[in-house]
Structures are given as structure tokens and as C-alpha cells.
């Protein structure tokens, strides 16, 4: 690999957590995190990225957060969250503190079907009444080999927080592969609904829920700041 191939491998992999929905100044991407959400440090260190042109959000149009679980008698359930948004701190000089953020709205979820999607934001699974938001915070990125690494960090679900690992591969037919202001990739990682206290009807629908993350990312533009 090159030297700038490694480079954008490495920024994807934080990038690719950064949802957005449509917010064009620094205090829009930062909003949703504030109010004890997120640990006002990390708030600090995307708003000091961001003077420096280190903060990136996803192209909505081509943003995907989407989920499938299994279920006795429909088969396999595909689903996705349509409200979703977030941000990313990310400097090359100091990949210790960088920080990616995804804030999802549990009320969001489209499955095609209204009868599934009612019974998923009842209290029976995501009661998204008492949990309207789902937070992922990453903590750190393990490059592997071929394009290919593995993004940890926290995942906050119907009130309750655990480690996840999400596998990441560079998508080699997106547009703007390789360019440090716009990548784009994929994500998945598979965890078990009873981890987060949502045991019902589990002899119906399975435990595992994969969900998978499609984003194309660009970065902000310093001058866009100074709007917020």
C-alpha cells in the first residue's frame, strides 16, 4: 500500500460512524450531543478539529443505518433508521483523541411494514417512547489487512450501554475512493437484543441483530464553520 492509501484507510475508519442530517455548522453537528449525552471533553476536542478542518459528516443521500434479525415465520426482517446524525473529530496528528459520534432516533425505524414497525418501537422492544435515542461512541480503530479494519466502542440501546466491534471495509466501487476529503464504506457488526433487555418474544425473533452502516463521507470546509 501507499502512503496515502494507508492514510485514507485510516480515516475511514473513524469516519464512517459520522451521520448528519444536513447541518452545515460546526454547533448543528454538535447539538444533538450536548446536555450530558456525551462527555463534554469530547464536545471540546470536535470543536477544536473543526477550527483545523478535521470535522467530516456523511452525504445524507447516500447514508444508510439498517438492521435484519430473524424471524420464525417471516424470515428474515430488513429494516433501517431514517433519523440519524453526528460527527467526527479526526486529526492526523493526533489519532489518540480522535472521536466519531452517531446519535440514531429509535422513533425513525422503517421496515415497509406499519404493523412491525409499531410493535418495534413499543416498549415490547425498542420503546422508543422511553428510549427515544440510540448512541454509539467509538473509542478506538485496529487496521487489518486488504482495505479491511475493526472500529470499538460504546453502544447505548434501550438504556443500556456495551462494547461493540464493527468490521470495516473501503467500498472499491464508491465514488471518490482514496480522496481524504470524501470516502466511502461499509460497516457491520452482529449483537444480541438481550444484552440491551429486550427479551421479548425470543422464541419468535432471533437474539442476533446485525446492523450495517453504508456511508459516503466528505469533510467540512473550515470556512462552513463560522456559521455556527
Given amino acids: 500500500m501507499t502512503r496515502r492509501w494507508l492514510y485514507s484507510l485510516a480515516l475511514s475508519l473513524v469516519l ?23 462527555e463534554p471533553e469530547i464536545i471540546t476536542q470536535m470543536l477544536e478539529a473543526a477550527s483545523q478542518g478535521h470535522l467530516y459528516r456523511v452525504q445524507q443521500g447516500f447514508s444508510r ?52 414497525e409499531a410493535l418495534a418501537k413499543d416498549d415490547l422492544f425498542f420503546d422508543a417512547e422511553r428510549y427515544p435515542e440510540i448512541l454509539f461512541v467509538s473509542r478506538r480503530f485496529e487496521i487489518l489487512d486488504s482495505g479491511k479494519a475493526r472500529l470499538y466502542g460504546d453502544l447505548t440501546l434501550h438504556g443500556v450501554t456495551r462494547p461493540v466491534a464493527f468490521e470495516v471495509e473501503l467500498d472499491p466501487d464508491a465514488p471518490g475512493r482514496g480522496d481524504a476529503d470524501r470516502l466511502a464504506l461499509h460497516a457491520r457488526t452482529t449483537v444480541r437484543r438481550s444484552e440491551f433487555g429486550m427479551t421479548h418474544f425470543k422464541h419468535l425473533v432471533s437474539d442476533e441483530v446485525t446492523l450495517c452502516l453504508k456511508f459516503v463521507v466528505e469533510r467540512i470546509p473550515p470556512r462552513m464553520m463560522a456559521s455556527g
Fill in 16 to 38: 464512517f460512524l459520522l451521520g448528519s442530517a444536513g447541518a452545515a455548522s460546526t454547533g448543528e453537528v454538535c447539538s444533538a450531543f450536548r446536555g450530558g449525552k456525551v
Fill in 65 to 116: 443505518v439498517e438492521f435484519c434479525v430473524r424471524h420464525a415465520l417471516a424470515g428474515r426482517i430488513h429494516g433501517e433508521f431514517q433519523d440519524f446524525e453526528g460527527g467526527v473529530s479526526l486529526s492526523p496528528d493526533d489519532s489518540i483523541h480522535n472521536r466519531a459520534l452517531l446519535l440514531v432516533r429509535a422513533n425513525s425505524i422503517k421496515t415497509g411494514n406499519a404493523a412491525i
